[in-house]
């Protein structure tokens, strides 16, 4: 199996490289649609896929209550969700950052769930903390 490396673009315009598998001959095949002008690159392929697709997504997110896009959490924002009795469930389509303020103690407090399908960016002690409720 060949390897295409994409990037996938935030709403941001941030991207983040990735690495699929492909069989040589459906990677011969993308490729070839790249040579016949169907598609700029590997990377617009894949996105065309996920354009075609954008009406399943929206219901999955919907049905699975997510947020799409990017959600950051910070220390004043769990400290107000500890002092209102809160835990939350973060659900993310896109990238969920906890901010390099929020102490492991304060994160363990204040999150409940965390499921991502994307990137999640938090410090490592805080990912430790929460590693039974990051999906």
């Known amino acids: 199996m060949d390897g295409i490396d994409l990037a996938r673009s935030t709403s941001m315009g941030e991207t983040e490289k990735i690495t699929i598998n492909m069989s040589v001959v459906?990677?011969?095949k993308v490729d070839l649609l790249v040579q016949e002008g169907f598609y700029q690159n590997?990377?617009?392929f894949i996105r065309?896929?996920?354009s075609n697709l954008e009406a399943e997504v929206k219901?999955?997110?919907?049905r699975n209550a997510y947020v799409l896009?990017?959600?950051?959490c910070s220390k004043d924002d769990l400290e107000k969700d500890i002092a209102n009795g809160v835990k939350r469930?973060?659900?993310v389509v896109g990238m969920m950052v906890i901010?390099?303020?929020?102490?492991?103690e304060i994160?363990?407090?204040a999150i409940e769930a965390i499921k991502v399908r994307g990137v999640f960016r938090a410090p490592e002690s805080v990912k430790a903390i929460l590693a039974d409720r990051i999906q």
Not at 99 to 104: A, G, K, Q, S
């Open 42 to 44: 590997r990377t617009d």
């Open 26 to 28: 459906d990677l011969g």
């Open 89 to 91: 469930k973060y659900y």
């Open 107 to 109: 994160a363990d407090q």
């Open 99 to 104: 901010e390099n303020d929020v102490t492991p």
């Open 59 to 62: 219901d999955s997110i919907t």
């Open 48 to 50: 065309s896929q996920l």
């Open 69 to 72: 896009g990017i959600m950051g």
